[in-house]
C-alpha cells in the first residue's frame, strides 16, 4: 500500500494524514493483511468491503488505533497533577473524584495517575475516593490493560522506587506486572470517541493524543463537545502538550502553569450566554432598522 492509497482510506474515515505521517508504517502493514484476509487487492476494493460489512469496518476502525505510550509520558504535566492539579481536586472534592481517561489505550496513563494518586495518600489525610473509567475502542488494548503487564521500555521514565513499589519484575519475560493494590477502583470500557460518553460530571478528563491528532477537524469538533458536555463544572481537561483545540470555547480556560489543561469555568459560561443575547439584540435592531 502507497502512501496515496493510504490517503485514501484515512479519508474515508475522515482522519488525519499529518496525525498518522510518522506512524503509518505499522498501520498499514496491519490493513496489508486485513485486506489479504478478506481478498481485497486494493483499497478501493477494500473500501467496498468496509461498506457492506460492518464487522469489517469495525475491524479496520481498530486496526487504525494507534498505541504508542508509556508511564508518565509528558514529566512535566505528572509533576504538576501532582503537585497542583489533584491536591486542588481533593481540597473541592472530600467525597469522591470522577475520571475518565479517553482513548488509554493499554492502561499507562490510567496506572500513572493511581500512582501518583497513591503516593498523595500516604501525605495527606482524608482522601475522597477515586474512579477512573479507562475507555478505548480497541479490544486488545483494553485487555492488556486489564492484565498490566509492561515491557521494562514502558517504564523507562518511572522512578526506581515506584517501580519496586507498584510493580513486580518478570525477569524471564523482561517485563513488569502491575501490584493488584494499583487495579482497584478502575473502570475498563469499550467505548469510541465518536459515541456518548461512558459518564458524566468527570472532574478530570485526559484526552490526550487521540482525537485531536488522528481526526480531521470536524471529527475533532463532534467529539470535544461530547467530552466538554461530560465534564463538570470547575472540571479539568487534559489534552496532548502539542495539540490544540480545534474550536474556541469561552467556558475552557487555560492553566497558567500548563497552556494545554483547560479548566471549565463558570463565569466563561455566563459570559457565553450574554454574548449570545447580546448578539441577538444587535440582530434584532437591525432587523427593525432596516
Not at 503509518?24 to 473500501?47: D, E, W
Not at 497542583?84 to 493499554?106: D, F, M, N, T
Not at 519496586?164 to 525477569?171: A, K, L
Amino acid at each position: 500500500m502507497d502512501d496515496q492509497q493510504f490517503r485514501q482510506l484515512l479519508q474515508y474515515f475522515k482522519l488525519s494524514w499529518q496525525g498518522y505521517r510518522k506512524v503509518r508504517k505499522g498501520v498499514k502493514r496491519r490493513i496489508c493483511r486485513h485486506m489479504s484476509f478478506l481478498g481485497c487487492r486494493n483499497v478501493t476494493a477494500y473500501i467496498l468491503e468496509l461498506e457492506k460489512s460492518e464487522e469489517a469496518r469495525r475491524q479496520c476502525e481498530r486496526l487504525m488505533t494507534v498505541s504508542i505510550s508509556r508511564f508518565f509520558r509528558d514529566r512535566k504535566l505528572w509533576e504538576i497533577l501532582q503537585e497542583e492539579i489533584l491536591p486542588q481536586l481533593v481540597e473541592r472534592h472530600r467525597r469522591k473524584i470522577k475520571v475518565w481517561s479517553a482513548g488509554c489505550a493499554c492502561g499507562e496513563e490510567v496506572y500513572s495517575l493511581k500512582i501518583i494518586w497513591e503516593v498523595l495518600t500516604a501525605s495527606i489525610k482524608g482522601m475522597p475516593g477515586l474512579e477512573i473509567t479507562g475507555t478505548d475502542m480497541n479490544p486488545i488494548y483494553l485487555e492488556r490493560a486489564r492484565t498490566g503487564i509492561y515491557p521494562s521500555s514502558s517504564l523507562k521514565e518511572l522512578p526506581e522506587r515506584l517501580r519496586s513499589v507498584y510493580f513486580r519484575g518478570q525477569p524471564a519475560k523482561k517485563s513488569h506486572i502491575v501490584m493488584p493494590s494499583l487495579k482497584k477502583g478502575i473502570i475498563w470500557k469499550l467505548n469510541h470517541l465518536l459515541a456518548d460518553p461512558p459518564g458524566s460530571s468527570f472532574e478530570l478528563v485526559f484526552l490526550r493524543n487521540n482525537v485531536l491528532t488522528y481526526y480531521q477537524d470536524e471529527l475533532k469538533k463532534y467529539s470535544l463537545k461530547k467530552v466538554i458536555n461530560c465534564l463538570a463544572l470547575d472540571g479539568l481537561l487534559i489534552i496532548g502538550s502539542h495539540e490544540k483545540l480545534p474550536l474556541e470555547r469561552l467556558d475552557l480556560v487555560p492553566l497558567s502553569s500548563l497552556p494545554y489543561v483547560f479548566k471549565k469555568s463558570k463565569g466563561c459560561e455566563q459570559v457565553k450566554r450574554q454574548k449570545a443575547f447580546y448578539d441577538s439584540l444587535i440582530m434584532y435592531f437591525q432587523g427593525v432598522l432596516t
